[in-house]
């Protein structure tokens, strides 16, 4: 099973800061997808294929990496960026999503 | 539009099954896998399985292997999720989601609004 580790797991940034979430894979993937989760909400793909971003979502929004290290960067956080970031590898089953970096507004 | 249903929420014993549904809506209901996910309350999210509409085949994580049960039935593009045994570890939001393929690796591009079961006495 390929485990997924997200760092940090929770941070804040204030608004206009540029933010960095990190997943490592414990064996190499293909691509990884990304997805956001709003409290209370189901979860919502954010990017996938590693850099493309699902409808909807902001282009200050962008995915990058390869092999074992993926990462989703904010370009400019905004208040209604505040939500959990999970990553998820798609390349072997089972399927696995990291633990999750849960993102405030500062 | 694309739209995944799920039924509402459930009390349940423990020791007793709990069926739960997924319709799909806005799209052709056989060409596209419906997987599973749990969610335990603050936690993140593990995949439970898959069924393919169209054949019935289905795929589990050896995890959830003995206790859920996936089953379709096509002329209601309807999935179900059936949980026996139940206890407290099953407390849990379960989401239906529907899987996207491309160049060797798969992802959820559509969500079904969750379904919270609770297992209490």
């Known amino acids: 099973e390929i485990v997924l580790t997200q760092s940090p797991t929770t941070m804040a940034a204030s608004p206009g800061e540029k933010v960095t979430l990190t997943c490592r894979a414990s064996s190499s993937v293909s691509y990884m997808h990304w997805y956001q989760q709003r409290s209370g909400a189901s979860p919502k793909l954010w990017i996938y294929e590693t850099s493309k971003l699902a409808s909807g979502v902001p282009n200050r929004f962008s995915g990058s990496g390869s092999g074992t290290s993926y990462s989703l960067t904010i370009n400019s956080m905004e208040t209604e960026d505040a939500a959990t970031y999970y990553c998820?590898?798609?390349?072997?089953?089972?399927?696995?999503f990291g633990s999750g970096t849960k993102l405030e507004i500062k | 539009q694309v739209n995944l249903l799920q039924s509402g929420a459930a009390l349940v014993k423990p020791g007793a099954s709990v069926k739960l549904s997924c319709k799909a809506s806005g799209y052709t209901f056989t060409d596209y896998y419906i997987h599973w996910v749990k969610q335990s309350h603050g936690k993140s999210l593990e995949w439970i399985g898959y069924?393919?509409?169209?054949?019935?085949?289905?795929n589990y994580n050896e995890k959830f292997k003995s206790k859920a049960t996936l089953t379709v039935d096509k002329s209601t593009n309807t999935a179900y999720m059936e949980l026996s045994r139940l206890t407290s570890e099953d407390s849990a939001t379960y989401y239906c989601?529907?899987?996207?393929?491309?160049?060797?690796?798969?992802?959820?591009?559509?969500w079904g609004q969750g379904v919270m079961v609770t297992v209490s006495s």
């Open positions: 998820q590898q798609g390349s072997s089953y089972p399927l696995t």
């Open positions: 989601t529907r899987l996207r393929y491309y160049d060797g690796t798969y992802y959820f591009d559509y």
């Open positions: 069924i393919n509409p169209n054949s019935g085949y289905t």
